[in-house]
């Protein structure tokens, strides 16, 4: 899993299983040969979603379906569903878990209350 912090890359070693929750379902499977990327913009709130079997190309689609010049990738990974969160002052918070709820409830529990999930995605 990379986490961004301060928009700065974080490894972090996870394992899973999930579902692709974005329009597309398929059979649970133990990790992935695709990753999943979450962008968001600071300055708009707006969120993109990118897969791809590359991090990098993952990544980049994130954050051009995002739509926005300030667009960064704030959470990527390979295995756990994962989610952004964003609180009432704008600080972005992300979450993953095994499951589609597991990482929504993960992201919205770290920051101050109200926190909102902006966007999650799964395998």
Known sequence: MILRSKWGRVAVTAVAVGLVSIGVAGPAEAGS?????????KSTGKVGYGWHSSLTRAEEK??????VS??????????????????????????????????????????AKPTVVKGSLCH
């Open 62 to 67: 994130a954050e051009s379906y995002c739509g």
């Open 33 to 41: 040969d695709f990753w999943i990327a979450i962008a968001v913009s």
């Open 70 to 111: 300030d667009c960064k990738v704030l959470i990527s990974d390979r295995k756990y569903c994962i989610a952004v969160a964003r609180d009432r002052a704008g600080q972005w918070y992300t979450g993953w878990d095994r499951t589609e709820a597991g990482a929504r409830k993960s992201a919205m529990n770290h920051g």
